[in-house]
């Protein structure tokens, strides 16, 4: 059996927070088949959700997924958001929150992996984008912390 996952908790965490502190949480999704949001406002295969108090109604933050009904162009639509699909949850503000690594399809859907994602283009320690020099360390095969500024 594996160990649940920590991601809803520090998603409600976040959102607590933003609140608590008068700060707008957005929630940045990568949608797939099984996010329902307006397929009109996806730009890459992302998009990025206000999900404040004031621009939401009947949020519900939970274990397996994220629901709320909003108003896109005065229309009213329910969104639904598995919690795989978080990539992340941030202050508007400052910017400040958490950032997830993607999952596969299968995550998403509570079929938990332990491989960890391929870094992005241009992480190397150069920041130009060339494969990384020698003194780069390699990334252990387990989670990990990044900071991210």
């Known amino acids: 059996m594996t160990d649940p ?3 809803p908790y520090l998603v409600r965490a ?3 927070w933003c609140s608590d502190s008068g700060y707008t949480p957005y929630l940045s999704v990568k949608v797939d088949a099984s996010t329902r949001v307006p397929l009109e406002y996806v ?3 992302e998009i990025v959700l206000n999900i ?3 621009a939401t109604r009947n949020i519900t933050l939970g274990r397996d997924v994220v ?3 909003a108003r896109f162009n005065g229309v009213s639509r329910e969104i639904s958001v598995p919690i795989g699909a978080v990539a992340a949850i941030f202050a508007k503000e400052n910017g400040q929150g ?5 999952e596969a399809a299968g ?3 509570g079929q938990g992996t332990d491989a960890p994602e391929s870094p992005p283009a241009g992480s190397g320690r150069n920041g130009n984008g ?10 252990p095969s387990r989670p990990w912390l990044q900071v991210v500024k």
């Open 130 to 139: 060339d494969e990384p020099g020698p003194d780069t360390p390699t990334r």
């Open 52 to 54: 404040s108090q004031d």
């Open 14 to 16: 976040i959102y607590e």
């Open 5 to 7: 996952t920590t991601k």
């Open 98 to 102: 958490l950032f997830f690594p993607t």
């Open 67 to 69: 629901q709320f009904s």
């Open 43 to 45: 730009k890459n295969g």
């Open 107 to 109: 995550a998403a859907a």
